[in-house]
């Protein structure tokens, strides 16, 4: 075989000094502005462990920042540099976000609420497109149940309609966590991590600090992340923001790794937002950007190789069509020549408010003309003479009812499912049907394929969690 997969290369976006610039003003960020820490019990623990405090904000010594940032890197190997896959493989895996509380009708074409009857049915279409390298935790949260109640409906619907609902889902809320922690249980997939979110900028409190707080005793590891944004809740210019960004993270995992003494995975990033509306963009050439810077200045903290790619999808749409194809295809074709191989948000709109099965169709298609790109050429598997080779179609009339045709096309031409490749005469002569007629069709033809369903013992086992969570949480 000669072909190798078609891959593109790009430079760093951050320079060794840049790298080095917001590192420092990370650390000196950590000294003088600090975190400011919402919860008591929190301030009085750290307290007690010697970090100096005015008021509710706390702050972190540069020498206690460097000997963590050492420390990352060392437990690392501190092998922080470009890391490209040998030979990435074919497939393209999608994934699908939880988060979601509308979707999109494809009756009236418009967006309504995520309700249990409707993520039964996203989730049924989930499952059956497992086989075409969707992953997914459930596609929604359905909000036609209480807020704490939510995460545990949302779990159910997914454990009893779906071979992938077995993990948990983010239990969200303090109130939530035992109900989704007993399912999980049941499930086999224990909750032993749990996230901490920072309010940006530099605060560190809220529900998912609380539940951490309360539920320490069940966890091995805990991450932080934040979502500094550019020009809203972080400095316009990027390299401030990222010095923000990187102390808004690793200043609260240095606090909550002395108070918990638990490991604490985290990750840094920046978010753009549009100032004219003040709403988070993505899907947007600085999304894109910040994504992949993102992933150079995590490894330059944590002394690991780093993939250049982005794999995030979303986008600001929020109907399938023009704008969501144009930035998921964009952003999923840039990602897979770089070598990426699985990418999030499929079929997910407005960020992550929406889900649209429309949309996620259109997402596979557009993965599989990807896939197809990427996987290139093959020069070396034709072992027949070129010139008898054409000799043989040149006497037969055509090389389309060749024996060696009908053997090889499917490794030279990929064959959508829903766009169409006709002329307009036969598309017309086929009753001119467009797309989203067809995708439609589709979509009731895979819903009614479902056939999953979990073993009754176990339905009934978190059955009867639910019953429980509706009696206390309603």
Request: proline letters at 8%; a negative charge; aromatic letters at 8%.
């Amino acid at each position: 075989m000669t072909r190798a997969p078609f891959m593109l290369q790009r430079p760093p976006l951050l320079r060794p000094e840049d790298l080095a610039r917001i590192e420092d003003g990370m650390v000196r960020t950590l000294e003088t502005v600090g975190v400011r820490v919402l919860e008591e019990t929190l301030r009085e623990r750290l307290s007690a462990l010697g970090f100096r405090s005015r008021g509710e904000r706390f702050f972190v010594e540069v020498a206690t920042t460097r000997a963590f940032l050492a420390e990352e890197r060392a437990r690392h190997g501190d092998r922080f540099g470009l890391a490209l896959p040998d030979d990435p493989p074919d497939e393209i895996t999608l994934y699908v976000s939880p988060y979601p509380q509308h979707v999109h009708d494809l009756g009236t074409d418009r967006l309504v609420p995520f309700t249990v009857e409707r993520l039964v049915e996203a989730t049924k279409l989930l499952d059956v497109l497992a086989e075409r390298g969707v992953t997914s935790s459930p596609p929604g949260c359905p909000t036609d149940v209480p807020p704490p109640l939510q995460p545990v409906i949302q779990y159910w619907v997914a454990a009893v309609h779906s071979r992938q609902g077995r993990h948990a889902p983010d239990p969200k809320a303090e109130l939530t966590f035992p109900h989704v922690a007993e399912m999980a249980e049941a499930l086999g997939h224990p909750i032993r991590h749990l996230p901490v979110y920072v309010f940006s900028p530099l605060t560190l409190g809220g529900e998912s600090l609380r539940c951490v707080l309360r539920f320490r005793e069940r966890l091995e590891a805990i991450g932080v992340g934040s979502m500094a944004a550019p020009g809203s809740t972080a400095p316009i210019d990027p390299g401030d923001a990222f010095a923000q960004a990187a102390a808004e993270v690793i200043g609260p995992v240095i606090l909550l790794r002395e108070a918990l003494d638990l490991p604490v995975h985290w990750h840094v990033s920046i978010h753009p937002v549009d100032l004219r509306t003040m709403a988070m963009v993505f899907g947007s050439p600085e999304s894109c950007l910040f994504e992949m810077a993102s992933r150079e200045l995590n490894a330059y903290l944590a002394g690991t190789p780093y993939a250049p790619w982005p794999d995030n999808m979303h986008t600001n749409a929020k109907l399938p069509g023009a704008q969501a194809c144009a930035e998921k295809s964009s952003l999923m074709t840039m990602g897979a020549l770089m070598g990426g191989r699985h990418f999030g948000a499929a079929g997910t709109l407005s960020l992550d408010e929406v889900f649209s099965a429309e949309q996620l169709l259109y997402d596979l298609e557009t993965r599989d003309h990807v896939a197809r790109l990427v996987r290139g050429l093959d020069f070396g598997q034709w072992a027949a003479d070129a010139a008898e080779a054409i000799k043989e179609g040149v006497e037969a009339g055509s090389f389309a009812g060749l024996q060696r045709t009908l053997e090889c096309y499917r490794e030279v031409y990929w064959h959508p499912q829903l766009f169409d490749r006709d002329f307009v005469n036969a598309w017309q002569a086929r009753g001119s049907a467009t797309i989203r007629e067809r995708t439609h069709a589709r979509i009731a033809e895979l819903i009614a394929a479902h056939e999953y369903r979990l073993e009754e013992p176990l339905e009934r086992e978190l059955g009867r969690i639910v019953a429980r969570a509706q009696t206390e949480l309603a």
